[in-house]
């Protein structure tokens, strides 16, 4: 079974949930394009570095979600490493545009959902998160990302989608 992203459920809420999630590294790419097929072109590189590009030829469990987040004209696209790794653990990359980075420990908003892998389906969650957040007192304390638990072949209404955002209390 894949390994996921480890957290604690804080306290559930109608709409969402509030999640603190231990501190993780994150192998990240870079890419230009659509919303919609910025996924595919990111998981290349990453799934390479996981299977052995890498400065000591080591594969790496894969692990969900596969996170996105736009950045101004990009879109950043990562895997989650395993938890059993720390960044000294892990071997650097060999592709210069794939980076490792740690992440500490947040506390995110989550909404999840299932269906198919828009920009449309995005920003209309993120707003409702957004609205959410803002009805129950809490603050968006980094940037807004798009996760992905399933491979591209699972039925769109079978996928298990989340927007998460890190939040802060007011």
């Known amino acids: 079974m894949t390994q996921e992203q480890e957290f604690e459920v804080v306290k559930k809420f109608d709409d969402y949930e509030l999640r603190q999630y231990a ?4 192998a990240q790419v870079a890419v230009t394009g659509e919303f919609e097929s910025a996924g595919s072109r990111g ?6 570095f996981i299977s052995g590009r890498n400065n000591f030829g080591t594969k790496v469990a894969m692990t969900a979600p596969v996170i996105q987040h736009p950045r101004g004209d990009e879109h ?3 895997f989650v490493m395993p938890s059993t790794y720390s960044r000294t653990d892990l071997p650097d990359p060999s592709d210069k545009n794939v980076s490792l980075n740690v992440i500490p420990a947040e506390l995110v908003a989550v909404v999840r959902f299932s269906g198919r892998w828009t920009r449309q389906t995005y920003l209309a969650k993120l707003g409702m998160l957004l609205n959410c957040l803002n009805r129950d007192g809490l603050i968006q304390n980094g940037e807004a990302r798009f996760a992905r638990f399933d491979p591209p ?16 209390y007011s």
Not at 23 to 26: A, D, G, K, N
Not at 43 to 48: R, T
Request: glycine fraction near 4%; hydrophobic fraction near 50%; charge should be positive.
């Open 76 to 78: 950043v696209v990562s």
């Open 43 to 48: 998981f290349g590189p990453l799934i390479a």
């Open 153 to 168: 072949w699972t039925p769109w209404f079978m996928r298990r989608n989340e927007i998460q955002v890190p939040v802060r």
């Open 23 to 26: 501190p993780c590294v994150l």
